[in-house]
Structures are given as C-alpha cells and as structure tokens.
C-alpha cells in the first residue's frame, strides 16, 4: 500500500475538468440557467456551495440531488447487468458493467464538483476516510461499536 501524493498533473484531475466541461455542455445545449437567469456553468454551482448557508433551493442541493438520482438509476442498470441466478448459464457482459460504472462515475463526479470538492480534497478525505476505515477493521467494527465519532473528524 502507497502512501505517496498523485502527481499535480495527475489523473482524477483531468476527469474533474473533463467532467465539469461536460456538465456545462450540457447545461449550455439545453438552456439551463442559473437562480439570476444567467447561463449555468458548473463554476457557479461550486462557487455557491463554497459561499456555506445553503437552502434545499440553491443550485448546490438541487443538483445534487439531480445527480443523486442519476446515479440511483445508473446503479440500477447495473445492478441489470449483474447476473444473480447461480443456476443460469447466462455469460455476464463485462463490457456493459464497465461501461455502467463509468456512468455511475460521471454523476459521481459531478456530485462531487457540486458539494465543492476538487480532486485535491477528494484525496484528502479519502485518504483520511480509509485510515479510518483501516483502524475500524483493526478494532473488530461491528454494529455492536459502530460509532460515527471518528468521522467527525475527516474533512
């Protein structure tokens, strides 16, 4: 297991840029505007989440939200492809799951730029949250110890 930091040019970046000029595409071809009318652009709705004081009506949370269901359905799909019967002689189709993954991986990302986290920050709590994860699995975690104290302090 590495403990070394990505490369500044590393990447996760390149897929949070590739992302963001996606969102904002899409955003331009269908028209979407912002709460002041001006065109939406995923800079903006990074730029709220980060002003804090955030209501359920704010860019932030409603896209949020969008792409928490997008996701929802993607995993769905997948969970299609994912072949249950143990009896069946069905071939699974690699492929498709893969490519549900990623789709999975586009609305992650995006909910991921809309709660104001960068890539940089993404291996931060991430790091973080897998020590944690490391320590639980060390400790004998189980429901009976569950505890989200040590949670608190990730970010």
Not at 102 to 126: M, Q, R, W
Request: with cysteine.
């Amino acid at each position: 297991m590495t403990t070394e930091t990505p490369a500044e040019n590393d990447m996760l970046k390149r897929i949070f840029s590739m992302q963001s000029d996606l969102n904002d595409y899409v955003f331009k071809k269908n028209s979407l505007k912002d709460t002041s009318g001006n065109p939406l652009a995923m800079d903006t709705i990074f730029a709220e989440v980060n002003r804090g004081d955030l209501k359920v009506n704010d860019l932030p949370n409603v896209w949020l939200s969008n792409y928490s269901r997008a996701m929802r359905e993607e995993i769905l799909e997948l969970d299609e492809e994912l072949l249950w019967k143990w009896w069946s002689k069905d071939e699974i189709d690699i492929q498709n799951i893969r490519v549900e993954l990623i789709d999975i991986l586009h609305f992650l990302v995006s909910a991921l730029i809309c709660s104001g986290l960068t890539p940089e920050k993404v291996y931060d709590i991430y790091s973080q949250k897998h020590a944690v994860n490391l320590s639980r699995q060390d400790s004998g975690y189980s429901m009976e110890t569950k505890t989200e104290e040590d949670n608190k302090n990730i970010g």
